[in-house]
């Protein structure tokens, strides 16, 4: 099989003598839940520096708002949550990987409840929500539909106070630094200051996911794929790039951002329904309104064809005045546009959501490059399979942000005293970059941008065809050919030159998958083959790529 891309080994020209240098023992990129969960297993042992490219607050986590699932009260039971996991992922679920996350969920819960997030209760009781693909009601939540929000405010309460951990908000990480095949720390820069070294005996990398890298997404801003762009450029192996949840139900309104409408809403008996008022989503699967993720999306797609229209909508009617004391997050930022949720229908239509791809992690974080490690939705454990469980990556972040922490705990204490070989590569060594400039002309980004974002939209999206992913491949290629070869000084280049390598990677990947399988669907491959394709696409820099 051919090459995927060519990308070279920095963005950017530097030497790192010349630069001003931190020295820490862990770099954590982002600061989401996997982030901050992992810094706070680090300390007070380690001393630890947290990067985040924006404020700490900026990250899907945040934004994140239906619940955490968690299996803990009966009659549903940890094998129930693994079945129903297993069953989401289409058959190419690690399944020690689900054992392993979904049998932590309840210590998860009880461990953030005694760091101050507090969970919707009823009754006296947890108030556990259902999902669609979840057999049994499973999904905490917290302050109606800010569950990201509380538990992310939690974590972040915790970390602020730990003077092991040292936060670097509006701090940029450009690439990952490399001294023979292991990673160093990570090349930064910030608005006021330009770049910076973190060096760093070890680095975590949990920058989130690239919904930016679509026209229409839930993601906000900050998710543009830096940290799988520069883990590929560093030579670390990326897995499953074809596999891209889309989210049946994003708000549809020229103008305004494609706020998610959780799945819970329909869960509590919110239903899906046309322009006519008329539900619709029993013709398409047995569950109706609780079908999967990608079925509702398909269904939405397919329904939108039919009719010729741009959106349908969701009817919270059945809900009454409950929802906006259920919702008031939805309740909101519908508001904003004259909607009232417990009366208005909300349109609606689908838009990327979440990466299952990504930096190809084992159960403990690590990465195929030694020091590098990964948790949360930039990582590909194997949990998701094809299909991501709704609730269960918040889950996925927290415990394998632990599980990170903890194994570079373990090693770095063992480490100490050193062996001569380890300590000697422990120095930090001089690294450089010589990227000289492009001679040709001033580029429009945000041109390139849109154009990227709209192409994958369109050839990259919900249901692809070879034709149309051949096209998306050969552009990108072409748009690469002038964009690569610039050096930025700026996010908004380097972001650019991320989401154009990921974009060709994603592309080549649902090229080579020729079947049906989760949320990649093949118009021109409807089937699952089992035969085949029970298996994952790894893809690396200057290889060739491979199937496992
Ligand atoms: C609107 C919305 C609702 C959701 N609802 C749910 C839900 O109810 N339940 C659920 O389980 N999941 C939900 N998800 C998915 C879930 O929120 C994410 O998968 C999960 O929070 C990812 O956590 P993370 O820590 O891996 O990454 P994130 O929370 O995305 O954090 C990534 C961090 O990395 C930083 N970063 C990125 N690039 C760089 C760079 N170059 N330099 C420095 N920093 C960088 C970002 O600024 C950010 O702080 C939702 C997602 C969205 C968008």
Known sequence: MRRHAQVRRYLV???????????????????????????????????????TKSRLTESNSYYAQGGIAAAIAPPDTVQGHMADTLATGCGICDEAVVRQVVTAAPDCIRELIQWGAQFDTSGGRMDIGREGGHSAPRILHARGDETGKEITSALIRRATGRSEIDIREETFAIDLLTVGGAVAGVLAWQPAHGMLVVRA???VLATGGLGRIYRETTNPEVATGDGLAMAYRAGAVLADMEFVQFHPTALYIAGASRHLISETVRGEGGRLVDKAGRPFMHEYHPQGDLAPRDVVSRAIVSHLRRSGETHVFLDLAPLGHEARKRFPGIAKACAQFGIDIARDRIPVRPAAHYMIGGVKADRAGRTSLERLYACGEVSSTGLHGANRLGSNSLLEGLVYGREAGRR????????????????????????RSDVTRSTRGELNLPDVRNSLRSLMWRNVG????????????ALIEFWQSYVLDKVFDQPAGWELQNMLALGRLMAHAALVRTETRGVHVRSDWPERDDEHWRRHILMARDQELRLE
């Open 13 to 51: 020209a530097f030497d790192t003598d010349r630069l001003p240098q931190v020295f820490t023992d862990v770099a954590v990129i982002g600061s989401g839940v996997a982030a901050l969960r992992a810094a706070l297993e680090m300390a007070p042992a380690l001393h630890v520096t947290v990067l």
């Open 201 to 203: 005996r070890r680095t």
């Open 408 to 431: 570079i705990v373990e090693e770095l204490s063992a480490a100490v005293p050193a062996s001569a070989a380890a300590a000697a590569r422990e120095v930090p060594e001089r690294i």
């Open 462 to 473: 919900i249901v692809r065809g070879a034709e149309d992913l051949a096209e998306a491949d």
